[in-house]
Nanobody, 124 residues
């Protein structure tokens, strides 16, 4: 099993920044990719960014490109999401997820482990 704990969410004004953190513990060696997803009220959970352990491959949703940066620290078993130039449409619960299966990094169904989520609210 892998446990994931997110932190760093909060309330920020349009144009502001937040840095989300995800601490992983347990059998992290069984995972190959860490991802960030978000879910706004009434909407499906959507992909934001993903990184393979070691940072060899990084992926972003179009909505995140140029504004968000995902990074990882293997020694700390941690993954981060730096979010800049935030917009009201970025408001959502943000989830950290770990993937061990072979398959697309963009779909929640391919991730086996999830954190509890952290709320990000961007005011206009």
């Amino acid at each position: 099993q892998v446990q994931l704990v997110e932190s760093g969410g909060g309330l920020v004004q349009t144009g502001g920044s937040l840095r989300l953190s995800c601490a992983a513990s347990g059998r992290t060696f069984t995972t190959n990719t860490m991802g960030w997803f978000r879910q706004a009220p009434g909407k499906e959970r959507e992909f934001v960014a993903a990184i393979t352990w070691g940072g060899i491959n990084i992926y972003y949703a179009d909505s995140a490109k140029g504004r968000f940066t995902i990074s990882g620290d293997n020694a700390k078993n941690a993954v981060y999401l730096q979010m800049n130039s935030l917009k009201p449409e970025d408001t959502a619960v943000y989830y950290c997820a770990a993937k061990s299966r072979i398959g697309s990094n963009f779909y929640p169904v391919n991730y086996s482990y999830w954190g509890q989520g952290t709320q990000v609210t961007v005011s206009s």
